[in-house]
């Protein structure tokens, strides 16, 4: 269970660091640009959210290859697994874009 915990917490942080890493830096980019920061690093943290799960779970493929063979041969510890590796990369992905958003609140 200790390997299952570490690597679900690697996945948020993971998923938490790509979402608030991805628009602090975009957000240096807008200044550079003459751009409004606040506006895109709301924009950007939103739109990455999706990218940042993907990035934490290793790929699209194969955790669905992992959830599908396992699935049909009735396997379903590890099929819990790789959804709840999913929903914990969400969480932190979900929790840096919350983060964003109560960082750039009241300044746009």
């Given at each position: 269970?200790?390997?299952f915990?570490?690597k679900a917490?690697?996945?948020?942080?993971i998923?938490?660091?790509v979402?608030l890493g991805g628009?602090?830096?975009?957000?240096i980019?807008?200044?550079?640009?003459l751009?409004?920061?606040?506006?895109?690093?709301?924009?950007?943290?939103?739109?990455?959210?999706?990218?940042?799960?993907?990035?934490?779970?290793g790929?699209?493929i194969d955790?669905?290859?992992?959830?599908e063979?396992?699935?049909?041969?009735?396997?379903?510890?590890p099929?819990?697994k790789?959804l709840?590796y999913?929903?914990?990369?969400?969480v932190?992905?979900h929790?840096?874009?919350e983060?964003i958003q109560?960082?750039?609140?009241?300044?746009?």
């Amino acid at each position: 269970m200790g390997s299952f915990m570490s690597k679900a917490l690697l996945d948020f942080f993971i998923a938490f660091g790509v979402v608030l890493g991805g628009s602090m830096l975009a957000g240096i980019g807008a200044v550079i640009a003459l751009q409004s920061p606040v506006d895109t690093m709301k924009y950007i943290a939103e739109h990455l959210k999706i990218w940042a799960v993907v990035a934490a779970v290793g790929g699209t493929i194969d955790p669905i290859r992992v959830i599908e063979s396992n699935f049909w041969l009735g396997n379903l510890s590890p099929v819990f697994k790789q959804l709840l590796y999913i929903f914990v990369s969400f969480v932190g992905a979900h929790l840096g874009t919350e983060l964003i958003q109560w960082i750039c609140r009241g300044r746009s």
